[in-house]
Protein backbone atom coordinates (compact mmCIF):
# COMPACT_ATOMS: atom_id res chain seq x y z
CA UNK A 1 0.00 0.00 0.00
CA UNK A 2 1.62 3.40 -1.04
CA UNK A 3 2.06 5.68 2.13
CA UNK A 4 2.59 9.51 1.51
CA UNK A 5 4.30 11.42 4.47
CA UNK A 6 4.57 15.27 3.95
CA UNK A 7 6.65 17.41 6.38
CA UNK A 8 8.82 20.42 6.54
CA UNK A 9 5.43 22.98 6.92
CA UNK A 10 5.21 25.76 9.88
CA UNK A 11 4.92 29.19 10.12
CA UNK A 12 7.31 31.78 8.19
CA UNK A 13 6.86 35.81 7.50
CA UNK A 14 6.22 37.03 3.87
CA UNK A 15 8.80 36.70 1.87
CA UNK A 16 10.40 33.95 3.39
CA UNK A 17 11.08 30.22 2.46
CA UNK A 18 10.48 26.88 3.03
CA UNK A 19 11.28 23.07 2.09
CA UNK A 20 8.36 20.84 2.03
CA UNK A 21 9.34 17.12 2.13
CA UNK A 22 7.35 14.19 0.49
CA UNK A 23 8.79 10.24 1.70
CA UNK A 24 7.11 7.59 -0.10
CA UNK A 25 6.81 3.90 0.53
CA UNK A 26 4.86 0.88 -0.37
CA UNK A 27 5.83 2.28 -4.47
CA UNK A 28 8.43 1.68 -7.04
CA UNK A 29 9.05 5.34 -6.33
CA UNK A 30 11.34 5.60 -9.46
CA UNK A 31 8.17 4.63 -11.91
CA UNK A 32 6.42 7.25 -10.74
CA UNK A 33 5.04 11.29 -11.75
CA UNK A 34 5.19 13.08 -8.67
CA UNK A 35 2.53 16.48 -7.68
CA UNK A 36 2.49 18.39 -5.07
CA UNK A 37 -1.02 20.39 -4.38
CA UNK A 38 -2.35 22.63 -1.19
CA UNK A 39 -6.11 23.37 0.24
CA UNK A 40 -6.08 26.12 1.55
CA UNK A 41 -8.87 27.17 3.77
CA UNK A 42 -12.60 26.75 2.50
CA UNK A 43 -11.01 26.21 -1.29
CA UNK A 44 -11.04 23.17 -3.01
CA UNK A 45 -7.59 21.66 -3.51
CA UNK A 46 -5.01 22.58 -5.66
CA UNK A 47 -2.17 21.20 -8.13
CA UNK A 48 0.57 23.17 -7.67
CA UNK A 49 3.74 21.35 -9.21
CA UNK A 50 4.81 18.28 -11.07
CA UNK A 51 7.64 16.33 -11.77
CA UNK A 52 7.96 13.58 -14.43
CA UNK A 53 9.72 10.42 -14.86
CA UNK A 54 12.06 9.74 -16.44
CA UNK A 55 13.85 13.27 -17.16
CA UNK A 56 12.39 14.91 -14.39
CA UNK A 57 10.95 17.59 -16.13
CA UNK A 58 8.81 19.96 -14.11
CA UNK A 59 5.85 22.07 -13.93
CA UNK A 60 3.98 25.01 -11.67
CA UNK A 61 1.08 26.56 -11.22
CA UNK A 62 0.85 30.41 -12.71
CA UNK A 63 0.55 31.41 -8.92
CA UNK A 64 3.71 29.65 -7.81
CA UNK A 65 5.67 29.90 -10.86
CA UNK A 66 8.90 31.40 -10.25
CA UNK A 67 8.94 31.52 -6.94
CA UNK A 68 8.71 27.36 -5.96
CA UNK A 69 10.95 24.36 -7.38
CA UNK A 70 10.21 20.76 -7.14
CA UNK A 71 12.35 18.03 -7.37
CA UNK A 72 13.35 14.49 -6.64
CA UNK A 73 15.70 12.09 -5.39
CA UNK A 74 14.85 8.60 -6.28
CA UNK A 75 17.78 6.68 -3.98
CA UNK A 76 15.53 8.45 -0.99
CA UNK A 77 11.82 7.62 -1.91
CA UNK A 78 11.31 11.74 -1.40
CA UNK A 79 10.14 14.43 -3.43
CA UNK A 80 11.08 18.53 -2.24
CA UNK A 81 8.94 21.37 -2.94
CA UNK A 82 11.54 24.41 -2.07
CA UNK A 83 9.27 27.90 -1.66
CA UNK A 84 10.36 30.65 -1.85
CA UNK A 85 9.69 34.29 -1.72
CA UNK A 86 5.97 33.23 0.26
CA UNK A 87 3.11 35.56 0.92
CA UNK A 88 0.21 34.78 2.45
CA UNK A 89 -1.84 33.75 -0.54
CA UNK A 90 0.47 30.66 -0.27
CA UNK A 91 -1.34 29.39 3.36
CA UNK A 92 -2.71 26.30 2.89
CA UNK A 93 -2.69 22.42 3.81
CA UNK A 94 -0.02 21.16 1.38
CA UNK A 95 0.26 17.76 0.09
CA UNK A 96 2.01 15.21 -2.03
CA UNK A 97 0.88 12.55 -4.24
CA UNK A 98 1.50 9.59 -7.32
CA UNK A 99 0.37 10.24 -10.89
CA UNK A 100 -2.29 8.66 -11.16
CA UNK A 101 -3.31 9.25 -7.74
CA UNK A 102 -2.75 7.27 -4.51
CA UNK A 103 -4.41 7.85 -1.27
CA UNK A 104 -3.48 10.92 0.42
CA UNK A 105 -1.60 11.60 3.34
CA UNK A 106 -2.22 13.69 6.35
CA UNK A 107 -0.57 17.22 4.29
CA UNK A 108 1.69 19.67 6.19
CA UNK A 109 0.50 23.17 7.05
CA UNK A 110 2.23 26.19 5.66
CA UNK A 111 1.20 29.62 7.44
CA UNK A 112 2.48 32.88 5.66
CA UNK A 113 1.79 35.53 8.00
CA UNK A 114 3.55 38.59 9.83
Known amino acids: QVQLVESGGGLVQPGGSLRLSCAAS????????MRWYRQAPGKEREWVAS????????SFADSVNGRFTISRDNRKNTMYLQMNNLNPEDTALYYC???????WGQGTQVTVSS
Open 97 to 103: NTHPLSD
Open 26 to 33: GLTFSFYD
Open 51 to 58: ISIPGGST
